[in-house]
């Protein structure tokens, strides 16, 4: 089975991916369509995106059997939270003093936040509830 034959690390950034394609893909959506501002649009798509990488991280990645998901979960919002004030600061970094496009700003800082949140996520949210 493949999960059990690729380490961690990889295993979270597949399923940080698939939370990543829909944070990105509703971050175009509502600044596109919907014409709402690109932060305020970064910080819905962020937060849309956090369900899916909790989801998929609890049972592909740390394959986490804990029954204390509330708890846990709010481990993992508190993390992702973290992330996202870093991603705002970068996205707003990007955009408005180098004046880059908000889509690939948001592709930049996604390494930068990465490493913040397998780290954390690793060592505590699915450590201590496991």
């Known amino acids: 089975m493949i999960k059990k034959r690729l380490p961690k690390p990889i295993l979270y950034i597949l399923c940080a991916g698939i939370a990543t394609l829909i944070d990105i893909g509703l971050l175009f959506i509502f600044t596109e369509f919907f014409k709402i501002m690109y932060l ?11 369900a899916v990488n909790y989801g998929l991280n609890r049972k592909i990645t740390f394959k986490n059997k804990s029954r204390k998901i509330f ?60």
């Open 71 to 130: 708890k846990q979960f709010m481990l993992f919002v508190f993390v992702s939270l973290v992330g996202l004030i870093f991603t705002l600061l970068f996205i707003a970094l990007f955009v408005e003093i180098l004046n880059i496009w908000y889509i690939f700003a948001k592709l930049m800082t996604i390494a930068l936040v990465f490493i913040w949140s397998y780290n954390a996520n690793n060592k505590l949210t699915f450590k201590i509830f496991n």
């Open 40 to 50: 305020f649009s970064a910080t819905l798509s962020y937060t849309s995106g956090i």
